[in-house]
């Protein structure tokens, strides 16, 4: 077998979420590769920790330490000794697994190895259930029927664009909710969708916690992996 | 072990891309369920067909035959039957699991269905790969960098529908591109964004087909498992 950089999606959580190839190659791997934070605590490993139960004994890490604060600087030279890294394994024959919360390619970490490395070395990459499709799980209702449009957007966009989002899409799912709950709150009720939205936090964790109405959170900021799914309530499917 | 009602995700296509969640419901269920053609082909069942190896030898089947036309009431008809009969089965304390292609409540059957038994009997679902991952994966591609904006939209939207999702998002998805080709590649022209496009056909299966340059596809219509994935290729992540 050729040796290949992989990554592989672990899901959002819940430890079940993940993909009979990614439990495959993961547990097939001779390195795995993950985001770490300056605790050494990577939250895609210990989504995988059940499968790594069955891993190769003899598996080699390349933890990616990534320091918490934005610093383009300090990533970019995490991403390019990674990088460097990752290429001497595969140089060696080595099959490396960079394991990725949820989906690898939708708003992850993956991308920026991923262009580091492609065109050098054989690379794929496994599929992986996103927050989105977990988030619309949890509540137990379709993020889209029949010719609705949906729109994702991030807590890092402008208010312009999230309230735009909000008017010209019947579902909008907004991202990294975290910090910016207050403002978002306000563009829900600036575009009358506040009874359209839903509030989710930590989706299949034990801490999981679900708003049916967000006017019953409070303002203060929420953590990094909270997101709200706005639908169209008064949705008729038939 | 209560009987519940679980729709459960099978993925885009590949037999691998199924959940270790939902591999573990279907092996356990006493009744599937999945929609299937009038020739009696279910994708969802084909999909999963691996996994059914080692599913209860008393296994019972709930499928819903669904007519190919476009005719609401003969489908709300076939979607009142099974609810009936699935209703019937929980009752009898049998665990039901439907088979949904991709994930259940991203632009599929299964919120027919589960509006119909929300509220009457214990629900759950089980979220799968659905194909904008797929493609995403597929064409080694990231979805979404930092603050980009994406959008989903389908060959049925109008045409100025499309337009403006194209011309408001770095990304775009559009799904169900069939029958609709000629009017897409066309929308992609009328906005500039055919150079940034991609087109996609049957991801994961034997007759996947990949144009990186949309260019090279001509007018014809295409089936109903194709997509084009729109992404800003000036794209700098760095």
């Given amino acids: 077998m050729t040796a290949k950089f992989i990554g592989a999606g672990v899901g959002p959580g819940d430890p079940e979420l993940i993909t009979l190839k990614a439990c495959r190659y993961i547990q097939n791997a001779d390195v795995i590769s993950y985001i770490s934070n300056e605790q050494g605590v990577s939250q895609a490993k210990s989504i995988a920790q059940d499968v790594l139960k069955n891993a190769r004994s003899n598996l080699q890490e390349i933890p990616l330490l990534m320091p918490m604060q934005e610093n383009r600087t300090e990533a970019n030279r995490v991403y390019d000794e990674a990088s460097t890294a990752i290429q001497q394994a595969i140089a060696n024959g080595l099959q490396v697994v960079f394991l990725c919360e949820g989906d690898p390619l939708f708003f992850g970490s993956f991308g920026y190895l991923l262009e580091r490395l492609q065109g050098h070395i054989p690379c794929e ?46 579902t909008v799912v907004i991202m990294k909710a975290g910090r910016s709950r207050q403002r978002i709150l306000q563009a829900l009720r600036n575009t009358q969708r506040a009874n359209d939205a839903q509030y989710l936090e930590y989706i299949g964790r034990d801490k999981e916690k679900i708003y049916h109405n967000v006017l019953d959170l409070d303002g203060e900021a929420g953590p990094y992996f909270s997101l709200f799914v706005v639908t169209s309530r008064a949705r008729c499917s038939r």
């Fill in 125 to 170: 990459v496994v599929p992986g259930i996103s927050s989105i499709h977990a988030a619309a799980s949890a509540l137990q209702h379709p993020l889209t029927v029949l010719t609705e449009s949906f729109s994702v957007v991030s807590g890092r966009h402008s208010q312009e664009k999230i309230e735009s989002a909000l008017r010209n899409n019947e």
